[in-house]
């Protein structure tokens, strides 16, 4: 029987992890090659700044009292973009296992102090985010994150969080490959900042519904928005049942363009706390939402708002 992330509960709230990536770069100054965080792991440095950003992380959630949900280092370990690296397929699926093995350790002395943590991988699209990618097709999808996916299986994870996608047959692909691997599946889509849909021209609530109906019983257990700022994605969030299928939100804390906020050479943090009393909105308006963290810009200073704002919604 499939596994599956723990179901919404009335009054929790999960945090998880902030813009890891642009932090690690313009708070600590290290180069990410090809956006890929993994291969900081072979940095002394670099592992004592991302280990002690993510305990910030943690430590927000603990002064909040909120479960946790962990991922962030394995963003680019498929085989596309590890090739890219240099890295083989073997020495790869080392480093997936080594980034789940990262977060699990610094989460340990957390244990206690948490009601619950959940470790994550993450699961990036097989192109550019921002592209649109016209030749993936759900099978060669399918085919493609099954590899990256059978190691995080292996590494026993709680969930695989696939970020950063805007192509329907691409979500439908990882979405049979989790299937077969009895892997939990938040689909977390990005949109575009001009139409508030996916590049790759559906609405949100087209993406959605297309990827349910043609991933049938191994459809995602459910979806997220992420890189986008609020003001992007409110317009996408159309009324009906369809909306209940979201329950992450990571937005973005500069409504500049998604590839500016990658390249600008600086953390654009934008205004952390109008940041939070818009997420703050969206958990009065969307009740059933319950995992909130950031993406691109953001850092422990919007998670801070971003969770008091919604505890404070819910009451």
Not at 168 to 187: H, M, N, S
Request: proline letters at 5%.
């Amino acid at each position: 029987m499939r596994k599956h992330f723990p179901s919404q509960t009335d009054g929790t709230v999960y945090l998880t992890e902030g813009g890891q990536e642009t932090e690690i770069m313009y708070r600590h100054g290290h180069d990410l090659p090809e956006f890929a965080m993994f291969s900081l792991l072979d940095q002394p440095q670099a592992v004592e700044d991302m280990t002690a950003m993510y305990q910030r992380y943690l430590d927000v959630a603990v002064a909040a009292g909120v479960p946790v949900m962990m991922g962030g280092l394995d963003y680019r370990a498929s085989s596309d973009w590890g090739a890219k690296l240099g890295y083989s397929p073997e020495a790869l699926a080392s480093m997936q296992r080594r980034c789940i093995d990262f977060l699990r350790t610094v989460a340990e002395p957390y244990r206690t102090r948490l009601p619950a943590i959940y470790i994550s991988g993450v699961a990036g699209p097989r192109g550019d985010a921002y592209s649109l990618n016209e030749t993936i097709t759900a099978d060669s999808a399918e085919a493609y994150h099954f590899t990256q996916l059978s190691t995080l299986a292996e590494a026993g994870v709680d969930l695989v969080t696939a970020m950063t996608f805007n192509s329907v047959p691409e979500a439908i692909g990882i979405a049979r490959a989790a299937a077969r691997l009895d892997l939990p599946l938040c689909v977390s889509f990005t949109l575009d900042s001009e139409t508030s849909r996916l590049r790759s021209g559906p609405t949100l609530r087209e993406a959605i519904e297309a990827t349910d109906h043609e991933a049938g019983a191994a459809r995602p257990d459910f979806y997220g928005v992420n890189c986008s700022h609020p003001f992007e994605f409110l317009p996408a969030l159309e009324a009906g049942d369809w909306i209940r299928r979201i329950r992450m939100l990571r937005p973005n804390a500069s409504a500049k363009d998604k590839m500016e906020l990658c390249q600008i050479g600086h953390l654009e943090e934008g205004d952390p706390e109008e940041l939070g009393r818009l997420m703050g909105e969206l958990a009065s308006r969307y009740p059933h939402i319950d995992i909130w963290g950031g993406c691109c810009g953001t850092w422990e200073k919007h998670l801070e708002q971003i969770v008091r704002q919604v505890k404070l919604a819910r009451g």
